[in-house]
């Protein structure tokens, strides 16, 4: 299993405001992915990393980029937070030969 | 267009019965499956997987069932306790080297004491 870490945990902010999401991996994994998920809905990916230097859009659009500069490092960036961004955030990676996606325990953004 | 459905957004069942959880899926190129747990304000947690060549999977209380042709998944607990009350998602991957998961809406389970 991967050890994922995520934060913040909560964040608050106020319409306008830069903000990046922090991911990080200890597993050394290759692939690297973030979702998008509220209440009562499915995790919709918007973005994922097959390796270093490689991001893709997911299926979601998103007005959040992301970047990876290092293996196990998968910032995300909203250039100007809106109360529309509001939703919890969901950072997963996936290694080995396996096929499965391991979480990290997310970040749930409210901005006002 | 879902590609991956749960159509019972909740369920409740009294501990130590059986749970059983449902996933519809309408994509005949998904050839693996995960169900994973979910409690409120925390990532998703793995639990079980399936591969389309197989129809049954099990680890300890958790079985999945995969019926290819009726495109039919589920995932039973048994027996529930209350700390399997939690949203369960499905989620289904393409063959191929296509790494990307294809989520359902979930099912809250809730076990009553």
């Known amino acids: 299993e991967a050890d994922i870490y995520q934060t913040p945990r909560y964040l608050v902010i106020g319409t306008g405001k830069k903000i990046t999401l922090e991911c990080s991996q200890t597993?050394?994994?290759?692939?690297m992915y973030w979702y998008q998920q509220d209440p009562g809905m499915e995790l919709h990916l918007i973005h994922y990393s097959y390796g270093v230097n490689s991001t893709e859009k997911g299926d979601l659009s998103s007005e959040s980029t992301v970047s990876r500069i290092r293996t196990e490092h998968f910032p995300l960036t909203l250039e100007s937070a809106r109360p529309s961004h509001t939703s919890q955030y969901l950072c997963?990676?996936?290694?080995?030969?396996?096929?499965?996606?391991?979480f990290g325990p997310g970040t749930r953004l409210l901005v006002l | 267009d879902q590609q991956v459905k749960q159509n019972s957004p909740s369920l409740s069942v009294q501990e130590g019965r059986i749970s059983i959880l449902n996933c519809d899926y309408t994509n005949s190129m998904f050839d693996y499956f995960l169900w994973y747990k979910k409690y409120p304000a925390e990532g998703p947690t793995f639990l079980i997987s399936?591969?389309?060549?197989?129809d049954k999977n099990e680890d300890g209380r958790f079985t999945v069932f995969l019926n290819k042709s009726a495109k039919h998944l589920s995932l039973h607990i048994v027996p529930s306790q209350p700390g399997d009350s939690a949203v369960y998602f499905c989620a289904a991957k393409k063959g191929g080297s296509n790494y990307k998961l294809t989520f359902g809406k979930g099912t809250l389970l809730t076990v009553n004491p």
């Open positions: 399936i591969s389309s060549i197989k």
């Open positions: 997963a990676s996936l290694g080995g030969v396996g096929e499965t996606q391991y």
């Open positions: 597993m050394g994994h290759d692939k």
